[in-house]
């Protein structure tokens, strides 16, 4: 089968670490460990989130004293595809010797209209406490926001159109290679009046991203792993409970918040509804066991899964 997995940031930075570079490349091992028996039997694309990481060079690049101005977000975007790219991939080689492994820096087309450039919902960067991150707000004219325990910077999230080099991924796929690519949901581009590419300065979210990737290029399944192992209804509340199985209708009935569970949601629904595939929610390290059926929350056309996915189409290679 074909399939694209979107790696959550806890998949290189888990809540509460610093993140040192050591630290995250020892999360990317084990990350690269659980994916293992997926890639070996199965074509796979692998994406992955940069929010801890962007914010990161975010912060020291408007600390620099020798910038006239601090990176915009694309080139910060592009900084953190190569530098996680280059730990996926070396673990991959590490762990699947015989398969080429290909890590690619992509941008993402938007629409330069979006209204998200004027509401911004994408986390980026460290947790902080409240009057940490107001007072940083104040001083870098951020806009922030509660996630979880803590506060955390906010930017614009426009949504994705199309991955702009989605014909040399699908080529690399068919060649046999795993591919790492659209990290941080791939570096944000418009097409200008001249139809030029250029960047702007926002955050795509990577599980929008994953889901338009995977539709163009006919993948079978869509895995969104993060940190929870399924989606919960009533999140929060006494009555709380996981869903298994669901239909898009029924996920979308639910409410969901907007910067965090919501985008993975709307991206497994749009997955399932424009393709007819299998696609699930879960934790990294039930990878597998998602694809048997016994794991996540399993999205399909009729709410049902036995654990076998039937490939949408032949698969050749070249």
């Known amino acids: 089968m074909r399939i694209v997995a979107a790696l959550g940031g806890n998949a290189l930075l888990k809540r509460g670490q610093k993140p040192d570079a050591d630290v995250q490349a020892e999360n990317v091992r084990l990350a690269v460990e659980a994916l293992t028996p997926v890639a070996r039997d199965h074509e796979l694309v692998v994406t992955h989130g940069n929010g801890p990481q962007?914010?990161?060079?975010?912060?020291?690049?408007?600390?620099d004293p020798n910038l006239t101005t601090p990176y915009p977000f694309d080139v910060l975007g592009a900084q953190t595809q190569g530098m996680i790219g280059y730990w996926l991939l070396q673990a991959m080689q590490n762990h699947l010797p015989n398969r080429q492994v290909a890590a690619i820096i992509n941008q993402t087309l938007v629409e330069a209209g979006d209204p998200a450039f004027l509401e911004p919902s994408k986390f980026v960067g460290e947790m902080y406490t409240r009057e940490e991150a107001e007072r940083l707000a104040a001083e870098r004219d951020w806009v922030v926001r509660p996630d979880g325990t803590g506060w955390r910077r906010v930017v614009g999230s426009p949504r994705p159109?199309?991955?702009?080099?989605?014909?040399?991924?699908?080529?690399?796929?068919?060649s046999g290679a795993l591919v790492v690519c659209a990290g941080g949901g791939g570096v944000p581009v418009i097409r200008d009046d001249t139809g030029h590419l250029r960047g702007v300065e926002a955050v795509v979210d990577k599980d929008l991203t994953s889901a338009v990737l995977a539709e163009a290029l006919d993948a079978d399944v869509l895995l969104v792993l993060t940190d929870v192992p399924s989606v919960m209804r009533d999140f929060g509340t006494p009555d709380q409970e996981p869903v298994r199985r669901a239909t898009p209708s029924l996920l979308r009935a639910l409410d969901f918040p907007a910067g965090s569970m919501g985008p993975k949601v709307d991206a497994v629904c749009r997955f399932v509804e424009l393709t007819?595939?299998?696609?699930?929610?879960?934790?990294?390290?039930?990878?597998?066991a998602i694809l048997r059926g016994e794991a996540g929350t399993i999205v399909t056309p009729n709410g049902e899964y036995d654990g076998a996915v039937v490939p949408r189409m032949p698969r050749l290679r070249g």
Not at 54 to 63: F, I, P
């Open 54 to 63: 962007v914010g990161v060079l975010a912060l020291q690049s408007a600390s």
């Open 161 to 174: 159109q199309r991955v702009v080099e989605t014909r040399l991924i699908r080529l690399l796929l068919e």
């Open 276 to 288: 007819g595939g299998m696609a699930a929610i879960g934790t990294l390290e039930d990878a597998a």
